[in-house]
Every structure is written in structure tokens, then in C-alpha cells.
């Protein structure tokens, strides 16, 4: 079931969620807006062959920090890492969908290619995937409204939620955005 606004406040307020910080203006009526953080990793093209899957990402991309009041640009056909300015927890009942706003995507702002799927037991600052298909370049501002959250509890809670020991959890706890690690699937 998806968490309507009333069950997203019922939720943080018993910890079965967590949004630090939390804002009760965010809540829709069966979403949580999220805001834009200020870090990005943008790929470093020049000199690079091609991406290896089963290689550590270190070296491909560089972290770029917005600084307040300043502008990301978001060239078209470009793809970058952004993360949320919250900090989103999810008990081992609950998983969360991430999705972009209609607002956004009108003007050609896609906020995740495949990984909008969080969890149960992450707590994270979830990556955005941000791609811009449009013609134009749109100027992104840290704090702006950048995707929704949605809310589903599980039929039962899960065993061994994203972070258990016996899990190899690559993103769990991630503060920032983070690069790929494809390669320890090998």
C-alpha cells in the first residue's frame, strides 16, 4: 500500500520512516517532495576510452560543490550524479520509490535512469540520476524541488534489510552522490 500524506506524517512521527530534515510542507498527498543538494559528479570525458564495468569508477568523475546561491547547469544530453538535500530512512516494512516531478520533466529533466527503487532498511541521501533530454540548458538551484518520494509498506517486513551484515550493501548510508560500483558484483 502507498502511504497517503496522512500516514507519511503518522510515519515520521513513529520513526518508521526518517527525514532529517523534515518539513511538513514537503508532504503531498501521497508523495514527499525532496529537494536539490549541492553536490554533483559530473564524468570526465577527455582521455577516457570507455567505461569498464568491472572497474572502480575512481578517476571518471568529479565532484563539483554548488555554493550557496550559485547555479547547476544541466547541459542537454548531459548525464550527471545529484543527490537530495534530505536524508531519507526506511524501516525493514517499507520501501521507498523515487520519482521526478511533472514540472521538471515538462522541460526535459529526468531526476533517475533505473535506480528509483530504494530498499527497506537504507538510509541514504538518494542519488539523483540527472539527465537533461531537452534542447536547451536548464539552470538547477540547490534547494529547488527535484523529485518525490513515495512510500509502500511491505506485506511483511523484510529479513535481512538493505544494510544487514550478511548483505553486500554498496550505497547504504551513502551521504553524498555516489558513482557507480558495478565492479564488486565481480
Known sequence: MVFSDRD????VKDGTITVE????????????DLKLGNRFLIFKTSGQEAID????????MEEIVVGNGDVFV????????GVTHEKIGFSAGVV??????SSLGRLGIIVHATAGFIDPGNIL??????????KLPVKLYPMMPIAQMVFIRLTSE????????????????????????????F
Not at 518539513?23 to 498527498?29: C, G, L, N, Y
Not at 521507498?96 to 516531478?101: A, C, V
Not at 548483505?167 to 558495478?182: D, T, V
Open 96 to 101: 521507498g520509490q523515487l520519482n521526478g516531478k
Open 53 to 60: 564495468v568491472k572497474q572502480p569508477t575512481e578517476g571518471l
Open 21 to 32: 530534515p523534515f518539513d511538513f510542507e514537503q508532504i503531498q498527498p501521497a508523495s514527499l
Open 74 to 81: 544541466l547541459h542537454p544530453g548531459e548525464f550527471v550524479l
Open 158 to 185: 523484510a529479513e535481512r534489510p538493505y544494510g544487514h551484515p550478511s548483505r553486500n550493501s554498496k550505497y547504504y548510508g551513502a551521504e553524498g552522490p555516489e558513482a557507480s560500483k558495478m565492479h564488486r558484483n
Open 8 to 11: 507519511i506524517h503518522a510515519a
Open 125 to 134: 541521501r538518494p542519488t539523483l540520476e540527472l539527465n537533461n533530454i531537452g
